[in-house]
């Protein structure tokens, strides 16, 4: 089945010029904003934890702002529906520019807390996902996806983006299920399945992509590095637009977890010959390539059978806490679902890993303020990588 993934160049934040190229991006997917009329519309932003704009560690404020405007304008009731890693939405607004542009656009905030169970008999890894309760009541869901790299899954975008659909620490458990990369991301597509087909009165779904400023490195969080893309990508198919995006970047679509797994569910398109790119060509971006995170390495390892630990110590990457930058906030030990991390001890300046416990999820990376979390490569990594 085709689907349309419209490719738009911008190069600013700048709202006017923000609401114009969502705009031109919604006619190039052929939805006609008078659809938003009367609709109740969950606007569902990347907001991993509180972080300044620049960052690129979420959807850029304004992003959101050009979305909830065009919504409004049109007669849609725009919901705002999120739930950060490990903070409160409350906090999260509080503490960036989300929470202004909520006062000043009127925008209602859910209760992300609520939750009902979605069911999706064709899942692989569940068929039973207990997501926010907000998004029953949508008639529109409007996925605002930031483009960055990432530890575990390679990449982060659309599909990736519904993972926060499921509320707080809830989500950091799943990894403890689901380890490694491949099964994780077959559990991404149970959900992405539930989100388009598991609702009793299907919902549109529409993909609004900010990769005007996305992310490289080790995304997706603090220790990633802002990197422009200058563009915005829109289609109603997230593993579509998953595919345009990470094409354009420079990073290879094969290692996209949500990719691959998204063409053989075929839920959308099932190939790259099935997306149909419109508006402005690749080409004519000039993106420079994004650098990859190395945090993928292997990372099925963690579910071999009869391999030790201390082997997949020695081959995978660890995360580390760095003396120089930790300030013993303890936000890592907080989020770890393996409960891999421990106090501070004696005369030690940052927590302790137990590397044996560690399921490489990598979400201590995530959610450290300061940074202060890096990979230490396995010390065979360089005979398996000849």
Wanted: net charge positive; hydrophobic share 40%.
């Amino acid at each position: 089945m085709n689907a349309t993934v419209s490719v738009l160049k911008c190069d600013t934040y700048a709202p006017d010029v923000l609401e114009a190229r969502l705009y031109e991006s919604l006619a190039n997917i052929g939805f006609d904003p008078e659809g938003f009329s009367g609709k109740n519309v969950v606007v569902k932003p990347n907001l991993l934890i509180p972080a300044a704009a620049d960052r690129a560690i979420t959807t850029h404020p304004e992003f959101f702002r050009a979305a909830v405007r065009i919504i409004k304008k049109y007669g849609g009731r725009p919901v705002l529906v999120e739930s950060p890693s490990i903070h409160s939405l409350e906090k999260t607004l509080k503490k960036t520019d989300f929470g202004k542009i909520v006062e000043d656009e009127g925008v209602e905030v859910a209760d992300v807390k609520e939750t009902r169970t979605l069911v999706f008999e064709d899942g692989v890894k569940f068929k039973n996902i207990d997501i926010s309760a907000a998004y029953f009541d949508a008639d529109i869901i409007v996925n605002l996806p930031k483009f960055k790299t990432h530890g575990l899954t390679y990449m982060t975008a659309a599909v990736k983006n519904l993972f926060g659909t499921i509320p707080g620490l809830a989500k950091s458990r799943m990894h403890v299920k689901l380890p490694g990369a491949d099964e994780f991301c077959e559990f991404l597509m149970d959900l992405y399945g539930g989100i388009t087909q598991g609702f009793e009165k299907p919902k549109t779904v529409i993909h609004l992509m900010d990769a005007v400023l996305a992310m490289e490195g080790e995304g997706p969080g603090t220790s990633g590095t802002p990197k422009p893309m200058n563009a915005i990508f829109a289609s109603f198919d997230a593993v579509a637009i998953d595919w345009a995006a990470t094409t354009a970047s420079g990073l290879d679509p094969k290692k996209a977890y949500t990719v691959v797994k998204g063409f053989e569910r075929g839920y959308g398109v099932a190939s790259p010959s099935e997306v149909i790119l419109v508006g402005a060509p690749i080409s004519s971006l000039g993106i420079k390539p994004l650098a990859p995170s190395r945090g993928t390495f292997m990372s099925n390892m963690v579910r071999w059978p009869f391999t030790s630990k201390r082997f997949k110590n020695l081959v995978l990457d660890r995360p580390m806490p760095g003396e120089g930058k930790c300030t013993l906030c303890y936000q890592c030990m907080k989020i770890c679902p393996a409960q891999a991390i421990s106090q501070a001890s004696g005369v030690k300046k940052t927590p302790s890993y137990d590397h044996d416990k560690c399921i490489r999820c990598y979400c201590c990376m995530e959610v450290c303020p300061e940074a202060a979390i890096s990979k230490k490569h396995g010390a065979l990594q360089w005979l398996i990588r000849l």
